[in-house]
């Protein structure tokens, strides 16, 4: 399974722009770059997705590199309740007869937001 | 409001007990999933389920069981083969896997300690 890495943590203070990197050196053709954050003792949270073009939604955007081996969440203006833990994962790829679409974590960025 | 319920909220288990963790859905969603999360590490998957009447061990299944005779519910034993159960578990829901651009779902999660 392609695996990511990212850094254990990140310090941000509020209304600054955050850029969360990811690397993927391993990505298949058709992997998607999943991002969810989980904030404490809570389930993790969508937060957004993409395969090879850039993508904004009201929460962040995505920018993926042209090689796809990397991508970086970009959170505009960091607020105290972004502060949680944010995972890059690869969708597995379907019908491979392994765990077929399931979200393999890591362990993640733990974001710290400074009032 | 749709969504994912896990029940309950904390539990204690004795040495040698077995529990059941509750996890129903009403997003009419294919596809079920449990996860284990230890104190500062990723999400580990322990069972998945595509279909009502067939699961698929993860990762870690070892000491856990699961059904799935309903749609909307997916219910986890922890056996007391399991010998280290005391974390975190989550569930999750998805359309169905084969698409891999599909978000999934999480519940609040349940806190399982061994006393």
């Known amino acids: 399974d392609a695996k990511t890495t990212q850094p254990n943590s990140m310090e941000s203070n509020e209304e600054e722009p955050v850029h969360l990197p990811c690397n993927h050196s391993?990505?298949?053709?058709?992997?998607?770059i999943h991002w969810y954050r989980q904030l404490p003792s809570q389930g993790p949270e969508y937060v957004i997705h993409?395969?090879?073009s850039n993508v904004n939604n009201r929460m962040a955007s995505l920018a993926i590199a042209e090689d796809r081996k990397s991508s970086t969440l970009i959170l505009h203006r960091a607020t105290l309740r972004d502060a949680a833990v944010y995972y890059c994962?690869?969708?597995?790829?379907?019908?491979?007869?392994?765990?077929?679409?399931?979200?393999?974590f890591g362990k993640g960025t733990k974001l710290s937001v400074k009032p | 409001d749709g969504g994912i319920t896990q029940s309950p909220k904390y539990l204690f288990r004795k040495e040698g007990q077995n529990v059941t963790l509750s996890c129903e859905q009403n997003?009419?969603?294919?596809?079920m999933y449990w996860y284990r999360q230890d104190p500062g590490q990723g999400l580990r998957l322990i069972y998945y389920?595509?279909?009502?009447?067939?699961?698929q061990k993860g990762d870690i299944a070892e000491g856990y069981s699961v059904s799935r005779e309903k749609k909307e519910s997916f219910p986890l034993t922890v056996t007391s083969a399991q010998k280290n159960p005391t974390a975190f578990y989550l569930c999750?829901?998805?359309?169905?896997?084969?698409?891999?651009?599909?978000?999934?779902?999480f519940g609040e999660g349940s806190w399982l300690t061994v006393v």
């Open positions: 999750a829901s998805s359309i169905p896997t084969g698409i891999p651009g599909n978000t999934i779902y």
């Open positions: 391993t990505i298949s053709g058709t992997d998607y």
């Open positions: 993409g395969l090879t």
């Open positions: 994962i690869l969708r597995d790829r379907a019908g491979d007869g392994g765990s077929q679409g399931n979200l393999i």
């Open positions: 997003l009419n969603h294919d596809a």
């Open positions: 389920s595509q279909i009502v009447n067939d699961f």
